[in-house]
């Protein structure tokens, strides 16, 4: 039985604690989920990510449906058997794909753009009757994709990506949308919220599964009144939970006001969901407003090029300074890597392009999110979450973790 219960809330701020419960398991909230875009989180196995204590993974349905395939996913028993993992797992929809493979490609940016005091009317944004970006085509009837494997063309709409999703066979599945850029203008993102608004009952009428819970998507840019209108809609439909997605500012700052925006809108009885959101000041930010979920390639993808999370701070073990540094990894980080290894040991790995190197980093970078996770979980429920945010970043801020807004 699919069930969400909020356990204990922040008196002084939305954070809470929660249990989402699903058919493959339990979900303690707020909660880190890795994500496996082929059905695997790069370097680890299954068995690896349960002994870090990894309780969730989220895979990618377009890249699955490239391949392998989604009826093979399914003539194997889906994607948990396919994968071998036994806890909880979630698919999104696709609808990020909208953005990284267009506009993302066209203007070069990310979810936040982050431009800090750049003017609106220097920023280069897309034209309103524009929608054809790359390799993707937008309509109201769904979206059409040139493969990036092969250049064959492919239609998602959101039947398509039900459909595929229930055949991957997901715990938690989401509505298939339209990620915007945060180049984007605001009669864009108007038309784009209100198109993804009518894909989202599409999307209800379309599932049949009922062991799957269906997450609706927020959308509205960085613009208040489209954040606000597409918080109580998507609120309004029977979705089990809410996914926070689309462009979420040029700054911090921005960031901070669609949280804020969507917190004081958002229904409280459902899991909500940051979607692409990771990065350590940025999850707590989210659990300050109400969030339960985040996922994001972030802490692998710095793995695999030699960074390093620590409470102080990331390190770059690419630098020349650790060549000779024989102290262990990190210093009070108690994951086996960090017992059993030095910084000198890692430097050498990646210098010498042993994959080795990207196994214990990323390794090591899960571990210290899932401890972080747990360190949120209990400053919630001794009440104190908003003091331990402060500790931390207070420590944990260097001049590669943007947080001039905080």
Not at 304 to 332: A, M
């Amino acid at each position: 039985m699919l069930k969400f219960t909020v356990k204990t809330e922040d008196k002084h701020s939305k954070a809470r604690l929660g249990e989402i419960i699903t058919f493959n398991g339990k979900i303690t909230t707020p909660c880190f989920v890795p994500v496996a875009t082929y059905g695997a989180v790069r370097t680890l196995d299954p068995e690896e990510l349960k002994e870090i204590r990894v309780e969730a993974v989220l895979a990618n349905t377009y890249h699955l449906f490239e391949r392998p395939g989604a009826d093979l996913v399914k003539e194997c028993g889906g994607i948990h058997k396919f994968m071998n993992w036994n806890g909880p797992m979630l698919t999104d929809s696709g609808g990020f794909q909208v953005f990284s493979l267009g506009k993302g490609i066209e203007h070069g940016v990310g979810k936040i753009g982050f431009f800090p005091g750049l003017s609106v009317s220097k920023i280069k944004r897309v034209s309103d009757n524009k929608n054809r970006f790359g390799n993707v085509k937008v309509t109201e009837e769904g979206v059409t994709f040139r493969s990036y494997l092969n250049g064959r063309i492919y239609e998602f709409t959101p039947e398509f990506s039900i459909k595929i999703q229930e055949k991957l066979g997901a715990d938690l599945i989401f509505a298939f949308d339209e990620c915007t850029s945060p180049l984007d203008s605001y009669n864009y993102t108007k038309l784009s919220m209100e198109r993804t608004h009518r894909w989202a009952k599409r999307c209800i009428k379309a599932k049949t599964r009922e062991d799957q819970g269906l997450f609706g998507i927020i959308q509205g840019g960085r613009y208040k009144r489209l954040r606000i209108k597409s918080t109580k809609f998507i609120s309004s439909l029977p979705f089990f939970g809410i996914g926070i997605g689309g462009a979420l500012g040029r700054t911090k700052r921005e960031m901070r006001n669609v949280l804020l925006w969507v917190s004081e809108n958002i229904d409280d009885n459902k899991p909500a969901h940051l979607l692409g959101i990771g990065q350590p000041e940025d999850v707590l930010l989210g659990v300050e407003y109400g969030m339960d979920l985040f996922d994001c390639v972030f802490p692998t993808r710095l793995a695999r090029h030699g960074v390093i999370l620590t409470k102080n701070g990331k390190i770059n073990l690419l630098n020349s300074k650790y060549k000779r540094d024989f102290s262990n990894l990190t210093e009070h980080c108690k994951c086996k890597v960090c017992k059993r290894f030095s910084k000198a040991y890692l430097h050498h790995l990646f210098k010498s392009k042993e994959i080795l190197a990207h196994r214990l980093a990323t390794y090591h970078n899960l571990y210290f999110m899932v401890e972080f996770i747990n360190e949120i979980r209990e400053a919630i429920k001794l009440g104190r979450f908003l003091e331990y945010k402060r500790d931390f970043l207070k420590r944990y801020k260097t001049k590669d973790s943007r947080q001039d807004d905080f």
